[in-house]
Nanobody, 124 residues
Framework: QVQLVESGGGLVQAGGSLRLSCAAS????????MGWFRQAPGKEREFVSA????????SYADSVKGRFTISRDNAKNTVYLQMNSLKPEDTAVYYC?????????????????WGQGTQVTVSS
């Protein structure tokens, strides 16, 4: 079982930046591939980014490619999402997820463990 706690959300103006963090309880954090998803009001949860065990391989949704960067620090049991050039359409609750059921899945069902989410609001 892995417990995930997100932080770093908030209100930012369009064009600004935020860095989200996700702290994991697992002793063997480095054994878990990690991902970020988001859910806007009235919309389904959607894939944002994923990172491999070592951090050497990463994937991004087309909507965030070039603006967001995922990283991890296995010594701190933490995964990050650096978000730059934020747009109002990035407004959503952002969720951290761990442990693929299917490698490099972009589906919600592709992850076993979830955090409670952190709100990101981008004003125009």
């Amino acid at each position: 079982q892995v417990q995930l706690v997100e932080s770093g959300g908030g209100l930012v103006q369009a064009g600004g930046s935020l860095r989200l963090s996700c702290a994991a309880s697992a002793r063997t954090f480095s054994n878990y591939p990690m991902g970020w998803f988001r859910q806007a009001p009235g919309k389904e949860r959607e894939f944002v980014s994923a990172i491999s065990l070592s951090g050497a391989r990463r994937s991004y949704a087309d909507s965030v490619k070039g603006r967001f960067t995922i990283s991890r620090d296995n010594a701190k049991n933490t995964v990050y999402l650096q978000m730059n050039s934020l747009k109002p359409e990035d407004t959503a609750v952002y969720y951290c997820a761990a442990e693929w059921t299917t490698a490099w899945s972009t589906a919600v069902s592709g992850y076993l463990y979830w955090g409670q989410g952190t709100q990101v609001t981008v004003s125009s």
